[in-house]
Each structure stands twice: as C-alpha cells, then as structure tokens.
C-alpha cells in the first residue's frame, strides 16, 4: 500500500520560511516524478512544483525563486522548502505522487498539511 | 500558460442522473487531461487519465472523452458517493493546470 505523509505546515508570518516534507512509503520517491499541489481555503487546485527521477525540477511561476523542491533518497522523503512566504502562500500542501514517470498523472496523493501565512 | 475552463461552476442532481462536466482548453491539448474527484477534508483522486482511459478501480459509470480543445467527464448514473467537486487537468505543456472545478450537489 501506497502512503505519502506531509508534515511541517503551521503559522507563520510574512517574509518567514518554513519546510514541508512528504514521507513515502510504498512508493519510492526517487523513482518516481513527485509533486507538490496546493489548494487556497475553498479554492481549486494548484500545481506548485516537480522533482523528475532524474532531479530536475520545476516551479509554478508564482513561486519560482522562492520555493525549491527536493528529495531524501536515503529517507525515501520530498521536500518543499519555501522562503519568502505571502499571504497569498496560504493553502493546504498536498504531496502527489506521479508513477507515469513524468505525464503528471497523479495517481497517488497525501493528507496534505496547511501552512497559514499571517501576521 | 494553457487555461482551462471547466462548466458549469456547481450542478445540482439526484441519484441515478446521468451527468456531464465539460472542460475547454485555451489551445489544442491532443488527449492530455486528467480527471479528479475530490471530496471535502480529502485529498483529489484520479478518476481518468488520457482523456478517456480509466483509472483502476474506479467504476465503469465514469467516463471521459474529448481531444484537442474540449473534453468531457460523464457519470451515468449518480451514486451517493459520487457528490463531489471535479477537476479537470491539462497535461500537455508545463506549467501544468486545473480547471477552476466543478461542484456536484444532491
């Protein structure tokens, strides 16, 4: 059975920086393309970033230069570190696994895990 | 940036209906869009990728279809657990996309 579990959401104020990481299980994230979506308070969805098994990485253009995608092999593990945070960063994260190897078919998904950005 | 356009916004239904969600691309997309379900507190669920190719284990009453600018999602006869909000996703260029959603109501 497949699991990916995020954590390291919460509070924190504009200009902060705070690091979410989707722990994987069944699934091997190093293998695979991993992704992070998010989702507004009652908004739709939103692509935020990819890690190919290759390493390479991409950004949604609302976060490039800001966010910076990445992986544990070793911890079997995906991060999302972001700096910078605005108002407009505040969403539930999910961690979305893509085992079509890169035709971004997401078949796998996490909890997700919230960030509020706030003063 | 590709846009997609899903419609309509919310639909209202009754168990058993057969419904239609229609998503339009800004450009030709050839079959890449994916279809999800998600449920509130919970994470989307792929439903149908390729346009038309069912996800395992998901139930024959889904269906998608459509290439080039303008795909549909049909459920033939709702169930209960199908009341849902659905999304519709572009896959053939980066940045990648969602429609804005479709919210599906008893």
């Known amino acids: 059975e497949v699991l990916l579990v995020e954590s390291g959401g919460g509070l924190i104020q504009p200009g902060g920086s705070l690091r979410l990481s989707c722990a994987a299980s069944?699934?091997?994230?190093?293998?695979?393309?991993m992704n992070w979506v998010r989702q507004a308070p009652g908004k739709g969805l939103e692509w935020v970033s990819v890690i190919h098994s290759g390493g390479t990485t991409n950004y949604a253009d609302s976060v490039k230069g800001r966010f910076t995608v990445s992986r544990d092999n070793s911890k079997n593990t995906l991060y999302l570190q972001m700096n910078s945070l605005r108002a407009e960063d505040t969403a539930l994260y999910f961690c979305?696994?893509?085992?079509?190897?890169?035709?971004?078919?997401?078949?796998?998904w996490g909890q997700g895990t919230l960030v509020t950005v706030s003063s | 940036d590709i846009q997609m356009t899903q419609s309509p916004s919310s639909l209202s239904a009754s168990v058993g209906d057969r419904v239609t969600i229609t998503c339009r691309a800004s450009q030709s997309i050839r079959n890449s869009v994916n279809w999800y379900q998600q449920k509130p507190g919970k994470a989307p669920k792929l439903l149908i990728y390729?346009?038309?190719t069912l996800q395992g284990g998901v139930p024959s009453r889904f269906s998608g279809s459509g290439s080039g600018t303008d795909f549909t999602l049909s459920i033939s006869s709702l169930q209960p657990e199908d009341f849902a909000t659905y999304y519709c996703?572009?896959?053939?260029?980066?940045?990648?996309?969602f429609g804005q959603g479709t919210r599906l109501d008893i």
């Open positions: 069944g699934f091997t994230v190093s293998s695979n393309f």
């Open positions: 390729d346009a038309s």
């Open positions: 979305a696994g893509d085992s079509s190897n890169g035709w971004y078919r997401f078949d796998y």
């Open positions: 996703q572009q896959t053939y260029n980066s940045p990648i996309g």
